[in-house]
Nanobody, 114 residues
Framework: QVQLVESGGGLVQPGGSLRLSCAAS????????MGWYRQAPGKGRELVAT??????DYADSVKDRFIISRDNPANTVNLQMNNLKLEDTAVYYC?????????WGQGTQVTVSS
C-alpha cells in the first residue's frame, strides 16, 4: 500500500504563486506515474501534471505556469504553481501508481481570489 499526504494549499491572489507537496509513505523510485489532479466546483477531476517513464506531461491550461518535480531522497513530489488564475481554484489531489493500483491523497484546497 501507499499513503500520500498533500500540503501547501491555501488562499492566494491572482498572479501569485503556491508550492504544493505530496509526501509518500514509500520510496517514490517505485511509484510510476506520480502526478497531480484537481477538481473544481461543479466539475470533474482533471489531470494537471504527471511525471512518468518517458517524461513529464501538463494540461494545456497550466503549461508554462506550473512545474512538477520529484525530490527522491525526501519521497516527495512537488507542484510549483506560478501566475495563478481564478480558474485554478480547485481541490488538488496527489496520485501515484504502484503495482498496477492507483493511490490518492486526501486533497488540499487552492483558492485564487482577489
Amino acid at each position: 500500500q501507499v499513503q500520500l499526504v498533500e500540503s501547501g494549499g491555501g488562499l492566494v491572489q491572482p498572479g501569485g504563486s503556491l508550492r504544493l507537496s505530496c509526501a509518500a509513505s514509500r520510496s517514490i523510485y517505485a511509484l510510476n506515474p506520480m502526478g497531480w489532479y484537481r477538481q473544481a466546483p461543479g466539475k470533474g477531476r482533471e489531470l494537471v501534471a504527471t511525471t512518468r517513464t518517458g517524461g513529464t506531461d501538463y494540461a494545456d491550461s497550466v503549461k508554462d505556469r506550473f512545474i512538477i518535480s520529484r525530490d527522491n531522497p525526501a519521497n516527495t513530489v512537488n507542484l510549483q504553481m506560478n501566475n495563478l488564475k481564478l480558474e485554478d481554484t480547485a481541490v488538488y489531489y496527489c496520485h501515484a501508481g504502484y503495482l498496477l493500483r492507483n493511490y490518492w491523497g486526501q486533497g488540499t484546497q487552492v483558492t485564487v481570489s482577489s
